[in-house]
């Protein structure tokens, strides 16, 4: 089991789709990206950016639920890939589990700061080497990146923008 982090989110211009990229936290640093639909992508933003609605969105309003009944999520884990979908649970205290989909239980970690981790056969099946990653929360900060730095960010936003499912295997 690895923990990852969210490091992108971006659109995959062949299939105008949205693409969640999840990089291991350490290790090999391998990258692991989820095809999302939009509403999807747009929940794990808003998540990722703290943004606060006026009412509710469906994961925020399971998690009040959640909270209501003195629960707490405490780790999202994406368990499997089968068919080209992965699938990820929901670990809550008392090891009570839930299935999910990977991009809910992403936007839910992301609003209370669950930890997320990926079983290895996973990473192993469908995951691609670092492309010169450099973090979400590095993109705002450009008083303290390098040239080559920047050059990475580059390289990796060509690569996002060019990027289409096949170039990263047939997972199932």
Known sequence: MQEMRVVALGRDPMAVQPVLLLQEAGGRR????????????????LARR?????????????LDVVRAFNRTLQLVRITMLRDSVFHAELVFDDDV??????????????QVDARIEAEDAVLDEAAVAEVGMVGADDEDDDAGDTSSEHEE???????????????FGNPG
């Open 30 to 45: 391998r990258v692991l990206p989820v095809w999302v639909g939009v509403p999807e992508a747009t929940a794990i933003e």
């Open 50 to 62: 703290r943004v606060e609605l006026p009412r509710p969105q469906t994961h925020q309003l399971i």
């Open 97 to 110: 589990r839930v299935s999910a989909r990977v991009s809910d239980a992403v936007a839910m970690a992301l």
């Open 153 to 167: 960010l580059e390289q990796f936003r060509r690569f996002l923008d060019n990027a289409s499912p096949e170039d």
